[in-house]
């Protein structure tokens, strides 16, 4: 007898959970929620999230759940549109630093010799800078908005791929199955991608889900400091900023995203961490 649709579910729920563990479990609920709010945010948005009204910084209401700004806007309205513009600029940021670090970690050790030495060490130098004053820098340099702000996020967490993927060629390096491929007179380039690379997608795919939460978090800081998205975007970061000029009179207009944005990244790093615990090719079993 086949198993029926549902079974199938179950089966998959139990392996899942098991993979997971515990916390792994509460960071999959929260990431998908954060991703759910964020691909139905104009469904699930009650008002116009830039329509002001003629009442100002009004606590929590029947009405207005999360109360309203200093201009009268609704802030539950502002902070859905705020999560979808957080995940996606974090999940492209990340997928972005992932394609470059990766590519170049990787092209450089294909190509190997000093042009390898001459891309790494352009890695290794932009590594040495803090990610947040080199996304603030890029973001100077080409100017405000979401597309800026993802490549300049991107740019500045792609060295610590490439650094994932050197450390992975090294290490697939000295496996046996390599020096036998080398005797048999394989290329550097087929080593890279036919061997190495295969085995690299679990080290660089616990990178990408332990950046993840990172990116988001110096997404609102750049918001912050008012270099984010575009100025009427009401992004985490700018709603905090806006909040704080009122945090006396009206708290909970800095509480709840600053709330959305501690509780989201914490999904995503307790999911982040139960994925290099399970891919991690160095963890100790047990």
């Keep these: 007898m086949s198993a029926t649709p549902a079974d199938r579910a179950r089966g998959l729920g139990g392996w899942l959970a098991a993979w997971l563990g515990g916390w792994g479990q509460l960071g999959l609920a929260i990431?998908?929620?954060?991703?759910?709010?964020?691909?139905?945010?104009?469904?699930?948005?009650?008002?116009?999230?830039?329509?002001?009204?003629?009442?100002r910084l009004q606590p929590p209401t029947a009405e207005h759940w999360l109360g309203l700004d200093a201009l009268g806007r609704d802030v539950l309205s502002r902070l859905i549109t705020g999560t979808q513009i957080s995940i996606a600029v974090g999940i492209a940021a990340t997928l972005l630093a992932f394609a470059l670090g990766a590519g170049i970690g990787l092209?450089?050790?294909?190509?190997?010799?000093?042009?390898?030495?001459?891309?790494?060490?352009?890695?290794?130098?932009?590594?040495?800078?803090?990610?947040?004053?080199?996304?603030?820098?890029?973001?100077?340099?080409i100017g405000t908005g979401t597309g800026p702000v993802t490549f300049a996020l991107g740019l500045a967490f792609?060295?610590?791929?490439?650094?994932?993927?050197?450390?992975?060629?090294?290490?697939?390096?000295?496996?046996?199955?390599?020096?036998?491929?080398?005797?048999?007179?394989?290329?550097?380039?087929?080593?890279?991608?036919?061997?190495?690379?295969?085995?690299?997608?679990?080290?660089?795919?616990?990178?990408?889900?332990?950046?993840?939460?990172?990116?988001?978090?110096?997404?609102?800081?750049?918001?912050?400091?008012?270099?984010?998205?575009?100025?009427?975007?009401?992004?985490?970061?700018?709603?905090?900023?806006?909040?704080?000029?009122?945090v006396e009179r009206a708290p909970h207009l800095v509480l709840a995203p600053v709330l959305a944005l501690a509780v989201v990244t914490l999904g995503l790093s307790l999911l982040g961490d139960a994925t290099r615990r399970r891919l991690d090719p160095n963890r100790v079993a047990g």
């Design 31 to 55: 990431t998908v929620l954060a991703v759910a709010v964020a691909l139905l945010g104009p469904a699930l948005s009650p008002f116009d999230p830039l329509a002001p009204s003629g009442r």
């Design 107 to 141: 092209l450089a050790c294909a190509i190997g010799g000093p042009v390898a030495g001459l891309f790494l060490g352009a890695m290794d130098l932009l590594r040495t800078l803090p990610s947040i004053l080199l996304a603030l820098v890029l973001v100077a340099a």
């Design 158 to 246: 792609a060295p610590v791929f490439a650094r994932v993927a050197r450390a992975g060629y090294l290490r697939e390096m000295g496996a046996g199955y390599v020096t036998a491929a080398r005797g048999l007179g394989a290329s550097r380039v087929r080593l890279v991608l036919v061997h190495a690379a295969p085995n690299l997608v679990g080290p660089l795919l616990t990178q990408a889900a332990i950046i993840l939460p990172r990116v988001i978090t110096k997404e609102a800081v750049l918001s912050f400091f008012g270099v984010g998205a575009a100025p009427e975007a009401p992004t985490w970061g700018r709603l905090i900023a806006e909040g704080t000029r009122f």
